[in-house]
């Protein structure tokens, strides 16, 4: 009788370890599709950072990272406010020292609120 309750329980130890497996994979795969749908709206944030500061790529990023961090908002948050309060023209692209990077972390949530919040 033992063997046949230890050999059951050997059967199932497999399937319970490929459950948590398979539950491990879905997640990564919500989290990556999750990734690649915030990505084109943080890589559009980098490209009006680069024009208005006329900067690269990477002193971009890293201004971006560098205000989410200190105000305590998602980079996806604040890239999507950014470019909300970016004027629509090409032409009327602020200089500098107008681009809306907010001052306080109130000021960086209602940003991200304001354009990122769903009613």
Known sequence: MQDSALAREQRQEPAA????????????????????????VIDMAK????AVAR???GTAFE???????????K?????????QDLPAGAADVPPREQLP????????????AR????A
């Open 75 to 83: 980079l996806f948050d604040l890239a999507s406010a950014l470019l």
């Open 115 to 118: 354009h990122w919040t769903r």
């Open 55 to 57: 900067c690269d790529e």
């Open 63 to 73: 201004q971006l990272s560098r205000v989410s961090q200190r105000h305590n908002v």
């Open 17 to 40: 370890e490929q459950d948590r497996e398979l539950e491990q994979l879905r997640t990564e795969v919500a989290q990556l599709r999750a990734a690649l749908e915030r990505r084109p």
């Open 47 to 50: 490209g009006a950072v680069m």
């Open 101 to 112: 990077v907010p001052a306080t972390v109130r000021d960086a949530r209602e940003l991200a």
